[in-house]
């Protein structure tokens, strides 16, 4: 097929073109190359699908319309995977314009673009944040999740609202991934795993947020991509019309289709600290702090969805998965 990538230089897209590089697909990747964390890894990232022939990376925003509608009527693409977004809970307080250029326009840009390119399926990043202060465990496509608690968690919901309009009117068939906590090699430097092994690493303090009361579903990249990659190919299709569309909209008519994407196993935040001191060998400086505004004291996907759909269960625990991390982290940065 031919596969359009948004957000290859990012974190997931990086690994999702890698793999599904060689395989006979023609892999069209787009980014944008912000400056939201260091470009410098994106650029890595970009120079390790180098050698893939099949891979081929443009630069492009997907807030720019007219570019965008003339990428898609030229490529003809057969399936989209769309990743690219403004990422981060506490950033969106500091740059909430960015979030909307990103997440709101962009996202409509690329609907358009399916819509008018007739693609076969379209596969988005949504986020486990769109839950936001839920109590009831573990968290369901089936929840409601009309109160989130960040603008980044708002532009992800709109982003399942926006697809399910397009589902409706157009026929378009598409799926949205609730990512759960996603780490491992290549990760973003924003992310609690980078910052751990970071600060550890050169003896510095180590934030641990509402005073370590805090869990989350770590979910290791290699079984996102497992995920995405499977789901890429179980393309919804129009139900017969209920009675009554109540409750999430992918128990409604359209080709619509909303899942879970996490390990299925919350893991205390304290727990991951020492999984970190063990990878590393040296001891966490733990500097307690109250919680942050917009941060949510756990996560936790119900993934049977998912593994009904795939048959697919995400298979690395956090000790195997974080002693990967480090020592990539070690490689990449010579420490």
Known sequence: MKLLITGIAGFIGHAVAKRLAGQGHEIVGIDNLNDYYDVALKQARLDDLADCQDVRFERLDLAERAA????????GFDRVIHLAAQAGV?????????????????HLNVLEGCRHGRVGHLVYASSSSVYGANDKVPFATSDNVDHPISLYAATKKANELMAHTYSHLYDLPTTGLRFFTVYGPWGRPDMAMFKFTRAVLAGEPLPV???GDMSRDFTYIDDIVEGIVRILDVVPERRPRAAVEAGSPDTGTAPYALYNIGHGSPVALMDFVRAVENATGREAVCDFQPMQPGDVPRTWADTEALFEATGY?????????????????????KV
């Open 313 to 333: 269960r995400p298979r690395i625990g956090v000790e195997e998965g974080v002693h990967r991390f480090v020592e990539w982290y070690r490689e990449y940065y």
């Open 209 to 211: 947020f509402n005073h």
């Open 68 to 75: 965008v509608a003339g990428l898609f009527e030229a490529e």
């Open 90 to 106: 506490r950033y969106s307080l500091e740059n909430p314009h960015a979030y909307a250029d990103a997440n709101l326009v962009g």
